[in-house]
């Protein structure tokens, strides 16, 4: 990994483990939920300028935003569960972009982990509710 990645990780980790420590209530139509569709409608954008990957990056859009419809349909638990789904497969979606033609890697270096850490925020939040 680039020396200029590494900072970008470590921010990651940091951030995402800053979710743990404000665990507030699930709010279905929160930046929770828009933020994925908003990171793949990004990854879109920066696809077209660099002409590359294009037909993946609407398949993505497409995939995230469907992803957090489902989220705001179902019960709020549920729905919890699906946003959570939706960052760790945003953790999946950056690890195949890490080579850099689409996102500067320092970017996938931050998203990785915080990606995760949200998901894993979610999961123990619906937990938590559900008992």
């Given at each position: ?8 990780v470590?921010?990651g980790f940091v951030?995402g483990?800053?979710e743990?420590?404000d665990?507030a209530?699930f ?6 939920l828009?933020?994925?569709p908003?990171?793949a ?5 920066l696809?077209?300028a ?5 037909a ?6 497409a995939?995230f935003?469907?992803a957090?419809?489902a989220?705001?349909?179902v019960?709020?638990v549920a ?13 999946v ?7 850099g033609?689409v ?10 982990p915080y ?8 999961v ?5 509710i559900?008992?």
């Amino acid at each position: 990994m680039s020396k200029f990645v590494w900072p970008a990780v470590v921010a990651g980790f940091v951030v995402g483990a800053a979710e743990f420590a404000d665990l507030a209530a699930f709010a279905p139509a929160g930046p929770v939920l828009w933020i994925p569709p908003a990171a793949a409608l990004l990854y879109l954008v920066l696809a077209l300028a660099r002409h590359r990957l294009v037909a993946r990056q609407l398949a993505g859009v497409a995939l995230f935003t469907a992803a957090a419809g489902a989220a705001l349909v179902v019960d709020p638990v549920a729905g919890q569960y699906v946003v959570a789904a939706g960052w760790a497969g945003h953790a999946v979606w950056d690890w195949f972009h890490r080579d850099g033609t689409v996102i500067p890697r320092w970017i996938i270096g931050f998203c990785l982990p915080y990606d995760l850490l949200v998901a894993a925020a979610l999961v123990y939040g619906a937990t938590t509710i559900a008992r």
